[in-house]
């Protein structure tokens, strides 16, 4: 059983440009959620998929915007990159959304912006 | 907005001392997750508990959720230099289905 993949591992850009960080889900899992970690802090829901809808969504500007796909993988996509957008964005995987579906968490996309 | 506050922040502490990582809110959870971070990688599922007075033991790590499931705590015991990490406990609210709310994490070094 393949886990949860990200791609890139890591990522420079510079302010105002845009970006795209996709993730793969674990095999079966139809809920992806994305979370971004700041250096030194616990991550932060930015949102998250559900059947390829939107199914909830965390205090995070509207140039952050996401996908999923009906192979229930998923794209973050962040436009006008800001220099605290620098971070590690994390994609996790559940077999539902309900309160108890475990989310397993991928590798992470190090995203540096100068 | 819930928010999870962990303590201590930062722990070092020598092979073989005994250890409480602590994680409050004021906010009721329907379960709580406590994952292990190495750096450059994700979250680690540890455990998840979600009954209130829940105890969960996983070798020498001992987890518990409190009875009105607003707060937990995890205590190893006898830590060795492999428990060192990035420990961060998360919750799920009841009416948010399974999106987490993260703690801030607790940074542990043992030294041998």
């Known amino acids: 059983e393949t886990g949860v993949t990200q791609s890139p591992t890591h990522l420079i850009k510079t302010r105002g440009q845009q970006v795209t960080l996709r993730c793969s889900s674990q095999s079966g899992h139809n809920t992806v959620s994305w979370y971004q970690q700041a250096l030194g802090q616990g991550p932060q829901f930015i949102f998250q998929?559900?059947?390829?809808?939107?199914?909830g969504r965390g205090n995070f500007p509207p140039r952050f915007s996401g996908l999923q796909f009906p192979n229930y993988s998923s794209e973050l996509n962040v436009n006008a990159l800001e220099l605290d957008d620098s971070a590690l964005y994390l994609c996790?995987?559940?077999?539902?959304?309900?309160?108890?579906?475990?989310?397993?968490f991928g590798p992470g996309t190090r995203l540096t912006v100068l | 907005t819930q928010l999870l506050e962990q303590s201590p922040q930062f722990l070092s502490i020598q092979e073989g001392e005994n250890l409480t990582v602590y994680c409050n809110s004021s906010?009721?959870?329907?379960?709580l997750q406590w994952y292990r971070q190495e750096p450059g990688e994700g979250p680690v599922l540890l455990v998840t508990?979600?009954?209130?007075?829940e105890v969960k033991k996983l070798k020498r790590l001992t987890f518990q959720f409190g009875d009105a499931r607003k707060d937990s705590s995890l205590h190893i015991t006898a830590a060795q230099p492999g428990d060192t990490g990035l420990y961060l406990c998360?919750?799920?609210?009841?009416?948010?289905?399974?999106?987490?709310?993260f703690g801030g994490g607790t940074r542990l070094m043992v030294k041998p």
């Open positions: 906010s009721v959870f329907s379960s």
């Open positions: 998360a919750g799920a609210s009841h009416n948010a289905g399974n999106m987490l709310t």
């Open positions: 508990v979600v009954t209130g007075g």
């Open positions: 996790a995987s559940s077999l539902g959304r309900g309160p108890v579906d475990t989310q397993y």
């Open positions: 998929y559900y059947r390829e809808e939107e199914n």
